[in-house]
């Protein structure tokens, strides 16, 4: 798929071309070219009794031009496919340990360090003690394109996190709805809140309050209100850091969830205003506010 991406951009628009520059048949090329329609990369076009395929105007198409062009000379072929592509994806946020990218990845770990090594020796990740992240600095268009797959997507929804077939997303309408988490099933745990819109996890699964709330964390956004409502669930379950760790590496909050905690033993030491800088700001009076609301005691 890369090189048909790569051919297309270099100026090939049919299929008999594309067949003979890439050395695949022609109805490799085909089943090829429509599988990247459906994934937004393509767009096909009928112009007689011929068919024209060129890139298509969305973010993944549009910022994989812009990378290839800027830096032809790229070995893409050799990275931005399989497990090598799904780490990539999984590290240009925050760094992860081999066992949280085998745990996400459902691959052994020492594919994942085979992997890990190759992608080092080609300059495109750093290794920081025993965690791993995207060499950003080095290459900002490649982030640019992984970012767009990472957020990318046709429907009108908003995407919050997404991994392959895993996706969290806000969306308004009814239809729209898979499994919802984060706020929309804190009432489920004691913690009732009513919501504008729903926050739902893709493919539909049962899930855990651990879940719901590392889920809701991502939804914060910049509403002191919906910090508080995050902390007396916190309090209110009787959560753990230690319970937390692998959920809080593969959804990529974890500084996020420093300054989540930071605000919450803040708390009793009698300051007034909490300054964040990844989450809201908040008042200790709001927090108690919620907290007395919700029947919290004991903080």
């Known amino acids: 798929m890369i090189n048909i991406l790569i051919q297309i951009?270099?100026?090939?628009?049919?299929?008999?071309?594309?067949?003979?520059?890439?050395?695949?048949?022609?109805?490799?090329?085909?089943?090829?070219?429509?599988?990247?329609?459906?994934?937004?990369?393509?767009?096909?076009?009928?112009?007689?009794?011929?068919?024209?395929?060129?890139?298509?105007?969305?973010s993944i198409a549009t910022s994989f031009?812009?990378?290839?062009?800027?830096?032809?000379?790229?070995?893409?072929?050799?990275?931005?496919?399989?497990?090598?592509?799904?780490?990539?994806?999984?590290?240009?946020?925050?760094?992860?340990?081999?066992?949280?990218?085998s745990r996400?990845?459902?691959?052994?770990?020492?594919?994942?360090?085979?992997?890990?090594?190759?992608?080092?020796?080609?300059?495109?990740?750093?290794?920081?003690?025993?965690k791993y992240l995207f060499a950003k600095k080095a290459h900002p268009l490649i982030y640019s394109f992984l970012n767009a797959l990472r957020t990318f997507t046709p429907k009108n929804?908003?995407?919050?996190?997404?991994?392959?077939?895993?996706?969290?997303?806000r969306a308004r309408e009814e239809s729209m709805i898979t499994e919802l988490t984060g706020f929309n099933r804190y009432g489920d745990f004691g913690v009732e809140v009513r919501t504008v819109d729903y926050f739902c996890i893709t493919p539909k699964r049962k899930l855990t309050k651990k879940?719901?709330?590392?889920?809701?964390?991502?939804?914060?956004?910049?509403?002191p209100r919906l910090l508080g409502l995050a902390i007396a669930f916190y309090l209110k379950n009787h959560l753990e850091r230690a319970g937390l760790d692998f959920l809080i590496?593969?959804?990529?909050?974890?500084?996020?969830?420093?300054?989540?905690?930071?605000?919450?033993?803040?708390?009793n030491t009698g300051k007034e205003r909490i300054e964040n800088t990844k989450i809201p700001s908040i008042t200790r009076h709001k927090i108690e506010e919620i907290l007395y609301l919700y029947g919290v005691k004991n903080v």
């Open 104 to 130: 996400i990845t459902n691959i052994s770990k020492g594919i994942i360090r085979a992997n890990l090594r190759i992608l080092r020796y080609a300059n495109l990740l750093w290794r920081e003690k025993s």
């Open 157 to 169: 929804k908003r995407i919050l996190w997404k991994f392959n077939e895993e996706e969290l997303f």
């Open 249 to 267: 590496s593969k959804y990529d909050i974890n500084g996020l969830f420093q300054e989540f905690i930071k605000t919450v033993d803040i708390l």
């Open 211 to 223: 879940e719901v709330f590392i889920h809701s964390l991502l939804q914060t956004g910049d509403e």
């Open 9 to 58: 951009v270099n100026g090939t628009d049919n299929l008999p071309e594309l067949a003979l520059k890439t050395n695949l048949s022609r109805n490799r090329c085909s089943e090829l070219a429509i599988e990247l329609e459906k994934t937004h990369f393509l767009v096909g076009e009928r112009l007689g009794m011929k068919r024209k395929l060129r890139l298509s105007d969305s």
């Open 65 to 101: 031009r812009e990378m290839y062009l800027t830096k032809p000379y790229m070995k893409y072929l050799d990275f931005l496919y399989g497990t090598k592509l799904d780490l990539l994806q999984l590290l240009i946020y925050e760094p992860k340990s081999v066992d949280v990218l």
